[in-house]
């Protein structure tokens, strides 16, 4: 989606429409573009495109994105295109947007790293960081920008969502509003590049190297246009992925000059590197008020929005204005015009737009303009799928939230009664020659819809167990983390563990409209009786089961716990529906293969995998379940 985001960009700032020719002349009658280097106190000076309108009746706030993605079209005579998008609000508000190329991306100067540590203790203008260039540039905007107000806002998704965290933790006076949007905050525990250690191959492959996006390819100086794809020779990614593993293949393919990818060779545990990298180090004394906004159905960074807002929350206590919105969205969905469904899950209503006009731009109004109310915007603003409803909650997870245990039984069954046999287990064979994929259809880019997507077709594979409850007889409202607790025992010395929360549709839901173009397309009819939804799922190392900086091996046929976080749910399975648990050791070629073996991944050789016999134990004395946060109503 990083990619896709960036491509978007590109390709919305070269294709003419009729919507951008009306954007154009709209804009041009009423805003000026300029460009400016401004000079970072290092003498490093960052490219940064200003929009300014022409109306000087009275002053105007400053809304600023600092971006690796780049601030095209360049030029002061070419537009970005704001008309299609929900920004074109802000340009009727009459802001001052000012967008920016980060330290070493696209035409500013400097040297790009990525992720940039945060570092609290500056003693010189040589220690530079992304809250220094932030202070900086808005130093610099506020100062120099004829007929601003002197209030600026920052905000971004995905990568410019740690960017607008990193301003966040500048200090500086004029930044009064942040929005960080589904932003970058840990990449070996949750965020994009890796979860619970599992590296997401297929993602940061793409992105990184000149096959796919190009990302991690260096400049020498600052470039307008992006580095051209080498493009890939099968356009099957389970089938690619499988033929180029080890990754020690994969590295062969990325050639020498890929820094980033040297570093996840060079750092495969939770090392320094890693832990430098994680942005809640910076959430401490928020100054501005905080609007974290993330959607529950976000391939890579979920993780990152709930967890920056809940540590922020912890860092600053009795801090006024710090709050969170989820929808159910993919990765930058809430930015889009249509917020009706992901996949085959129809929502209710257009999510996307009535987050925009509720909640963003009367945030940004009420503290850059002073303008409007907010004192309706709930601590927590959470929409609940199943149910498809928006909820508001004073804190997260809510008051009335309990945790309860949802066992794995013997014949596939899932109910809340503690196990009560001697020994029982579910036993199956991982082979990492022919690993369970995580989509039922060949394609090549990873899909967004798979986070929703029906799972009858891992559902029929030997390699993964699924259990389910019976008919539920009322609602089950979750509200918070389910925990996977899991024992298991396996034959080698290591082996991923995949959980899967699924909603089971009545079989008796026959067909869901779904129109995925627009209103001139035939209407796409999709069976949904019986439908497997998956409403979240996660990925644990095993090594990585007692500590992400500790890794240790599995005992060959030794009874384990294997317990961790899924992640953050906001679903109501509803009554007459089932509950389903999906467990397996693969989820292929999202997540990279595992050579069941103790070791060093990044450099393991083909010879290393081998297939493993992975038992899940569900006895009176080794009881395997899911702790779900059910909230009572």
């Not at 009306?22 to 804009?27: A, G, I, K, R, V």
């Not at 994105?65 to 508000?93: I, K, Q, V």
């Not at 199956?428 to 369970?436: F, G, I």
Request: glycine residues 6%; contains cysteine.
């Amino acid at each position: 989606m990083r990619r896709l985001l960036t491509l978007l960009v590109l390709l919305l700032a070269s294709v003419p429409s009729f919507a951008r020719r009306n954007d154009s002349l709209w804009m041009a009658r009423r805003y000026t573009k300029t460009e400016q280097y401004i000079t970072m106190r290092d003498s490093v000076r960052l490219f940064t495109s200003i929009y300014a309108p022409d109306n000087n009746a009275e002053p105007h706030p400053i809304l600023l994105m600092r971006t690796p993605y780049s601030c095209t079209p360049y030029g002061e005579d070419t537009l970005r295109d704001f008309w299609s998008t929900y920004e074109r609000a802000y340009l009727e508000e009459k802001y001052i947007l000012v967008i920016q190329d980060v330290r070493g991306r696209w035409m500013s100067e400097g040297e790009f790293v990525d992720m940039r540590p945060y570092s609290p203790n500056k003693k010189s203008n040589k220690d530079i960081d992304e809250t220094t260039d932030s202070w900086d540039t808005i130093d610099w905007l506020v100062k120099n920008i004829p007929n601003n107000n002197g209030k600026v806002g920052m905000f971004g998704v995905s990568y410019p969502g740690f960017y607008s965290l990193m301003g966040a933790a500048c200090g500086h006076p004029s930044l009064v509003a942040v929005s960080p949007q589904a932003p970058c905050i840990d990449w070996f525990a949750g965020d994009d590049d890796h979860h619970n250690g599992a590296f997401f191959v297929m993602d940061e492959f793409d992105y990184d190297v000149p096959y796919g996006f190009g990302f991690g390819i260096p400049h020498p100086k600052p470039i307008s246009t992006p580095h051209p794809s080498v493009g890939y020779p099968v356009h099957d990614n389970y089938k690619f992925y499988l033929e180029n593993m080890p990754l020690s293949k994969l590295t062969k393919l990325t050639g020498d000059s890929i820094r980033f990818w040297k570093d996840l060779v060079e750092h495969s545990d939770y090392d320094d590197y890693w832990k430098a990298r994680d942005a809640r180090k910076a959430t401490k004394n928020l100054k501005p008020a905080m609007l974290w906004v993330g959607g529950t159905f976000d391939a890579e960074d979920n993780w990152g929005a709930w967890n920056g807002y809940l540590t922020a929350e912890k860092n600053n206590p009795g801090k006024e204005f710090n709050k969170l919105v989820m929808g159910p969205w993919y990765h930058g969905q809430w930015d889009n015009k249509d917020g009706t469904h992901l996949g085959n899950i129809h929502f209710g209503s257009n999510t996307s737009t009535w987050y925009q006009e509720n909640v963003e731009v009367p945030f940004f109004n009420y503290f850059l303009k002073g303008e409007g109310d907010i004192s309706s915007l709930a601590e927590a603003t959470i929409f609940m799928s199943g149910a498809n409803e928006w909820r508001n909650f004073t804190q997260w997870p809510p008051v009335g939230t309990h945790d309860e245990k949802l066992y794995l039984h013997k014949d596939d069954v899932l109910n809340w009664a503690s196990p009560k046999s001697a020994v029982s287990f579910d036993e199956y064979v991982s082979d990492p020659h022919k690993p369970v994929p995580y989509a039922a259809e060949v394609h090549f880019n990873r899909t967004r819809n798979y986070m929703t997507d029906d799972q009858r077709f891992a559902d029929r594979r030997p390699d993964v167990l699924s259990f389910k409850t019976g008919l539920l007889p009322e609602d089950v409202t979750l509200t918070g983390n389910v925990i996977a607790a899991l024992q298991a025992s396996i034959s080698t010395t290591d082996a991923d563990f995949v959980v899967k929360l699924i909603d089971v549709f009545p079989d008796s839901l026959y067909y869901n409209n779904i129109n995925i173009y627009d209103d001139s397309d035939p209407v796409i009819r999709y069976p949904m009786g019986g439908y497997e939804m998956l409403v979240h799922g996660e990925v644990m190392r095993g090594k990585y089961r007692n500590s992400l900086d500790k890794p240790i091996p599995f005992v060959p046929g030794k009874i384990t716990p294997v317990t961790f976080k899924i992640g953050d749910v906001a679903h109501v399975f509803k009554k007459g529906h089932r509950i389903m648990v999906q467990v397996q050791s693969s989820w292929f070629p999202l997540v990279d293969m595992n050579p069941q073996n103790f070791e060093n991944i990044y450099k393991a050789k083909k010879e290393d995998f081998r297939k493993s016999n992975i038992r899940i134990y569900h006895d009176k004395d080794h009881p395997s379940y899911l702790i779900l946060p059910v909230l009572k109503t």
